[in-house]
């Protein structure tokens, strides 16, 4: 459950980086990274563009461990630095 605006700020920024990286259109909270297509390379530039457009560095084992916008965002929210 969405329980406040940063984290809709998140998931909605999460969803934008995962679509523009994996040359989707859409993608939903709960699909899985892996099943979309993902691969190291593309997981690589998401952990960039989470440094860049949210200010927060996400390390490559959270990122194997959370491969949900969901469970990412929520890790993300976790640790309460996001800057935007």
Known sequence: MITSERAVLIIDTVCAIW??????????VEADFFTLGG????????????IEELGVEVPMDQ???NPTVASISAYIESLGTVTQ
């Open 63 to 65: 990122l194997f461990l």
């Open 19 to 28: 679509c523009r990286e994996l040359q989707r259109d859409d993608v939903s």
């Open 39 to 50: 691969q190291s390379v593309i997981m690589a530039r998401i952990q960039r563009a989470f």
